[in-house]
């Protein structure tokens, strides 16, 4: 215990020293180059800006003066945390003051600046009663109207965000239409976006300020680790479909980007802390600072514990035991492997997370910004589901984070890197270590350019470096053949025609997965889009895209272990195989028979003391194996001076293991396992997007989506050998009567009968074994295996609207259906053996959400209530396989500013008001309801 507190404090000073040396850096760089000084004028513009319904100050607001008399003079601010702003030194004379900010009408006022004494503005802000005007960046990479954007879009506005009560910025996502989100904890939650959805999440392309958010080499996003405290997100864009055409393949499906606060939007310092039911604590804080009309800063940190909900694996209990029986039979151990044991099951649910972020801006001049940002986050333990391996036990996992940007009128240029350390953590099932230290380093440019009056280009490149070290624990005792280098280039045309009624969008972009072990040739990622407006908020668009999702890391170059004696033979006191998780990267898996017809073979049945050899599968050289088998079963007084059967005679068969029912499935050979490939998708959509008024707007999509190649789940990849009991019998017989022995026929029944139904060896590869283990070969392989006919194909529909029916009652409401979610083994490719699995979206065909707030009881009191509905659906995500029954939730918040008291807010969220304990997701907690109540408190600094 004392050497863990002493990690995690050194590692926290650690995280705080870059923190510091990164803003005094920032600090001395950014004061330096924006040294220009305005001259000394006497003109002072005041105001606040709040919203009209509520009250609710509004932080982040934009204002722009504009001089009448030279409109050349404009100057910027933004509101501080209590919705206040000023400037100074202005020339005297009339000025245009505008006010705007995401999801609000703009508000215009004329103001005369005389200097005699400051001039003040009161605004109040009407909400944007059509969100289709809100000005998006995501979809096309560049700003625009949501109107005219090529892809169905959500946006997530700030105040909906201060409204809301979320551990981490992921909830954000719980309320966005078409967007299907699954709780794994407090903490934890996934979503996915018309697509396959695992417990790692999905295929969809997670930023934040157009910096990826992946964890380095696993390819996957775990919302937790999100330095970034809620306060820091100034809105999410949600694209709803694929993005590959600009963002690359991990963009497949869809794309999140969680947009943050420029210090010089928010001056001031927002505290908040929460507490609530399961001993949920959250506290954060965020202080921002402008030094000057050039350079602003910020700093954040957060801090969650909670008592989380249990779940239950059956796997890690069989496991348990088996892993006892092992330690008793077999007290010579290495301390390694020891402690390993020792650890499967070893559950702790006490939630520890916080996280430090820091951010400086410059304004370097008119059209020259820069900003630079980095972030650290510290799982201190936690409990994580993994797509393949089970839950994982994490235990101080550091993930830290840095990205400098720097934008001169429509270029940008983009840096950035990730690098995580889990540390201590370790798999459930297995008690194996789970080691990664790898990073990910990053470099982007783009280019904006308008040729002509109705085109418009958006093109740029992209180059990411990954480099994974795992310390053995996942890619096998070398990592350096895992290091990876990505490049990719696009080009985007916008096309305005009849009037600017009609939009024709063309885009295509170009990826190649540079590896020494993998030559993947380049993939090509078109899209086409048109969007066709009746009139300024109603439209339709049509769009294609073909996109292709790259293999990641552990798809390709995995070796660690999956199971500890799957079988249970230390029971029998016999050292049996284990399995192992495999990637065939190279060339695929072969299984070449030999001459004649057997199959090379690894056994432990050497006699009692184990060890291993290599046998062919019909070679008189396993009889002493089944010799080493029956002593340890009982059964060597009735086997003694039986001779072994004649060369060629086969007394042995094969079957895999069905890793879900743990049957085995005999097979006539071993089935040769095709290389990891991409899997391609391609998407039709067709949405429409209305307003009936300012009241009522909806939109509906619908889509189709075709997979021509399909990444299957985990399978058992090399068959185990057993004893035929019927041809065994038969011989012993034989044997038996020739030896005089009495009741030959039931004597050599029993003795054949009770060797059967475990595994005297598996199968290998001949070829794409994995060089790191040659000297495992028993070891039985599990993997991925791939699908490559066009088997997969689904349709659906989204529908989503909103209706404000007088300034206190607004409503929205939301519906999925898909017409297909899961697919049958034989579905999928009936004259394929190798499709051993079925395949499953994991997501309900058909789910709903309906929500309403009212705000007119008092001014600064707010009240939602919002009901979730969701179909069963059957899951198949590798290790985790079974049915998901229906799911019922009401959710209820309320909001209160108290305006005298320096605009405190306090919040009450109560998810699962009527406490229906249900699960998202197969492995998952069983969730309950859960209070929490939070207090805000900003304190402006002008």
């Given amino acids: 215990m004392k050497k863990a507190l002493t990690s995690m404090l050194s590692r926290t000073i650690k995280g705080l020293s870059f923190l510091a040396i990164f803003l005094f850096c920032s600090s001395i760089f950014f004061i330096h180059t924006g040294s220009l000084r305005a001259q000394d004028r006497s003109g002072v513009i005041s105001g606040e800006c709040d919203e009209t319904a509520t009250g609710a100050p509004l932080p982040g607001v934009t204002v722009r003066v504009m001089l009448v008399s030279d409109t050349t003079f404009v100057r910027y601010a933004f509101t501080n945390s209590v919705g206040k702003y000023r400037f100074k030194n202005l020339f005297l004379g009339k000025y245009i003051v505008k006010h705007s900010i995401l999801g609000y009408e703009d508000e215009l006022r004329t103001a005369e600046v005389t200097g005699t004494e400051p001039l003040i503005l009161k605004i109040e802000m009407n909400v944007q009663p059509l969100s289709s005007q809100n000005v998006i960046v995501t979809a096309s990479r560049h700003e625009e109207k949501e109107t005219h954007s090529p892809s169905s879009i959500s946006v997530v506005s700030s105040a909906e965000l201060r409204d809301q009560v979320d551990a981490t910025p992921a909830d954000a996502l719980k309320n966005v239409p078409g967007i299907d989100v699954s709780s794994e904890g407090i903490a934890t939650s996934t979503y996915a976006s018309r697509e396959f959805h695992s417990v790692y999440g999905s295929d969809m392309l997670t930023m934040n300020d157009y910096h990826a958010l992946e964890v380095p080499s696993l390819a996957v996003y775990y919302g937790i680790l999100i330095p970034q405290t809620m306060d820091d997100i100034d809105h999410v864009e949600v694209v709803r479909g694929p993005g590959s055409a600009l963002y690359g393949p991990e963009a497949a499906t869809g794309v999140v980007n969680f947009i943050s606060k420029s210090p010089f939007a928010s001056q ?37 514990s909670a008592n989380d909900w249990t779940s239950d694996d059956p796997n890690e209990d069989t496991a348990r035991k088996y892993a006892q029986q092992r330690l008793n039979a077999q007290p010579i151990l290495t301390q390694s492997q020891a402690d390993s044991l020792s650890r499967i099951g070893a559950r702790d649910y006490n939630l520890q997370v916080y996280s430090l972020n820091a951010r400086a801006d410059a304004i370097l001049s008119d059209d020259l910004t820069a900003y630079v940002t980095a972030g650290l986050t510290n799982i201190g333990n936690d409990i994580a589901m993994t797509e393949d391996f089970g839950d994982a036990q994490i235990k101080n996992w550091l993930y830290e984070f840095v990205q400098g940007r720097v934008t001169y009128k429509d270029l940008f240029i983009q840096a950035s890197a990730n690098h995580d350390n889990t540390s201590g953590s370790y798999f459930l099932p ?121 293999p990641t890391e552990v798809d390709l170059f995995s070796d660690l272990l999956y199971q500890n004696d799957p079988f249970g033979l230390s029971a029998y006191g016999l050292t049996g195989p284990n399995m192992r998780y495999v990637t065939s990267y190279v060339s695929g898996m072969n299984f070449v028979p030999n001459t004649d017809g057997s199959y090379l073979m690894g056994s432990t049945f050497l006699g009692p003391t184990g060890g291993s050899a290599t046998f062919n599968t019909n070679s008189s050289k396993l009889w002493s194996a089944i010799m080493g088998l029956a002593a340890n079963l009982g059964k060597q007084p009735l086997l003694s001076g039986v001779p072994a059967p004649p060369a060629g005679y086969s007394f042995t068969n094969m079957a895999y293991l069905n890793l879900n029912t743990k049957a085995f499935v005999p097979t006539a050979a071993p089935i040769d396992i095709g290389p990891v490939q991409p899997q391609e998708q391609r998407t039709l959509e067709m949405d429409y997007q209305g307003a009936v008024s300012k009241s009522f707007q909806f939109e509906v999509d619908a889509y189709q989506t075709h997979y021509t190649a399909v990444r299957a789940t985990t399978a058992d990849l090399t068959p185990s050998v057993f004893i035929d009991s019927a041809k065994t019998e038969q011989y012993l017989d034989q044997v038996f009567t020739a030896d005089g022995v009495p009741n030959p026929d039931a004597t050599a029944q029993a003795v054949a009968h009770g060797l059967t139904g475990v595994p005297i060896g598996v199968i290998q590869p001949t070829t794409g074994v994995h060089e790191a283990y040659p000297g495992e070969p028993y070891d039985v392989l599990v993997g991925t295996r791939s699908y490559l006919q066009n088997v997969i194909e689904f349709s659906g529909v989204d529908f989503f609207s909103t209706y404000k029916a007088n300034d206190n009652w607004s409503f929205d409401g939301s519906f999925s259906w898909l017409n297909k979610n899961y697919w049958y083994a034989g579905e999928l490719n009936p004259n394929d053996s190798t499709a051993q699995n079925p395949f499953a979206l994991n997501i309900p065909k058909y789910r709903a959400s309906i929500g309403a707030k009212y705000s007119g009881l008092a001014r600064g009191l707010s009240i939602e209530v919002r009901d979730r509905w969701s179909d069963a659906f059957p899951m198949y995500d590798n290790y985790w396989v079974g049915n998901v029954t229906a799911a019922h939730t009401l959710d209820l918040t309320v909001n209160y500013r108290i305006e005298s008291w320096n605009s405190l807010q306090l919040t009450l969220s109560v998810t699962n008001l009527l406490n229906n304990m249900h699960q998202e997701f197969v492995g998952a907690p069983v969730i309950g309801r859960l209070a929490v109540l939070r207090a805000s408190y900003a304190l402006p600094s002008l």
């Fill in 268 to 304: 001031g310092t927002n505290l908040s802390i929460s507490g609530g039911e399961r001993d949920y604590l959250d506290a954060s804080f965020r202080h921002d600072e402008s030094i000057g009309d050039k350079f602003a800063f910020n700093i954040s940190g957060h801090y969650l």
């Fill in 430 to 550: 297995t008690g194996a270590p789970l080691i990664d230290k790898s990073s990910t380093y990053v470099a982007q440019i783009q280019e904006h350019w308008d040729p002509m009056q109705n085109e418009k280009l958006t093109f740029g490149a992209d180059y990411k470096a990954i480099v994974p070290i795992s310390d053995s624990s996942i890619y096998g005792p070398d990592d350096g053949h895992a290091n990876t280098q990505l490049y990719g280039a696009y080009l985007q045309s916008q096309t305005s025609l009849l009037d600017d009624a009609l939009e024709i969008v063309l885009a295509a972009r170009v990826d190649k997965d540079q590896n020494e072990a993998v030559n993947l040739a380049p993939i090509f990622s078109p899209r086409v889009a048109a969007v066709y407006h009746f009139d300024d908020n109603n439209l339709v668009r049509a769009m294609y895209n073909n996109t292709y999702l790259l």
